[in-house]
C-alpha cells in the first residue's frame, strides 16, 4: 500500500517582560508513546548541543493538550488558532511564566500511523526547520508540555511549548560611579534597549533571558544570565558579583 505524508510546521516567540485526558478518535497510547518520547528526543538533542534538559511542566503540558486538541476538532491551524498567543495559553493553564516559546505541526497519513513515524516527523521536522531548531536549543528554557491529538487517526496535530518560569528570571543591578553620565546598552534575543545612568543612580532590572551588557563607547561586552552586581567607574564596566 503506498503512503502519502504531509506535514506543516510553524513556531512562535512570546515574551513576557502529563495531564490524562481522552480525545476524541485516537489511540491514547500511541499518543500518550508519541508526546513522550518529542520529550526524550528533545532532551538527547538538546544535551547532544551541551544544554541542560527541560522538565515536563503539568502547567504547559494542559495548554498544549487544549491547543492540540481545538486544532484537530475544529481544522484551524496557527500559533493564534483560537485567538490567543502561546503566552496567553500557558498564563490561562496556570504556568507564571517569564518566556514562553511554541512548535506546532500537523501530519495527514493515508497509511499506517506508528508511534514511532509520528515522532520521527516531528522532532526531525522541527530540527531541519531553523526556527523550531532555534526553540529546541534555546539556553534559557528549563520546562516543556507536548501534546498530540487526533479525530480521525488520519491528521495528527503536535504542540510543543518551552518555558522559563517568572521564579528564574534573574536580577542585573548595575551602579554608575563615574563622575558623568553613562549609556548602558543591553542586547538580548535579537533586541538591543539603552538605558541612561547619571551619576550616583542604581538601575536594577529583572531579566528573562541572557543579556549582553556594554557600556557605550567601549569595545568590551559582558553576558549575564545569574543574578549580576555591576558598577560603572572611570575605568569602565566591571562585575562585582556574580550568583
Known sequence: MST???????????????ISTNTIGQDASLTKSVEKAIIQQTN??????????????????????????????????????????????????GY???????????RSNSGEVTA??????????WIDSPPHRENMLAKFS??????VATTDNITYYAVQLFGRPHSAA???????????????????????????LQPRMIVKLTRCYPTKVTLSGSDKTIEVETDTQMTVTDQGLIVDEQK
Not at 116 to 125: A, I, K
Open 116 to 125: 514511532q513515524s509520528l515522532t520521527e516527523v516531528f522532532v526531525q521536522g
Open 142 to 147: 528549563t520546562d516543556t508540555g507536548v501534546a
Open 170 to 196: 534573574f536580577q542585573l543591578t548595575i551602579n554608575n560611579e563615574s563622575g558623568k553620565t553613562q549609556t548602558i546598552v543591553f542586547r538580548a534575543n535579537d533586541q538591543q534597549e539603552k538605558a541612561e
Open 4 to 18: 502519502r505524508t504531509s506535514a506543516l510546521f510553524l513556531s512562535y516567540v512570546m515574551i513576557f517582560a502529563s
Open 44 to 93: 538527547d538533542f538538546r544535551e547532544s548541543n551541551q544544554l541542560r534538559v527541560v522538565n515536563s511542566d503539568e502547567h504547559l503540558t494542559q495548554a498544549a493538550k487544549e491547543f492540540a486538541e481545538f486544532m484537530a476538532r475544529t481544522g484551524k491551524y496557527g500559533h493564534r488558532a483560537n485567538g490567543m498567543t502561546p503566552a496567553e495559553r500557558a498564563e490561562k493553564a
Open 96 to 106: 507564571d511564566y517569564c518566556v514562553v516559546r511554541e512548535n506546532i505541526a500537523y
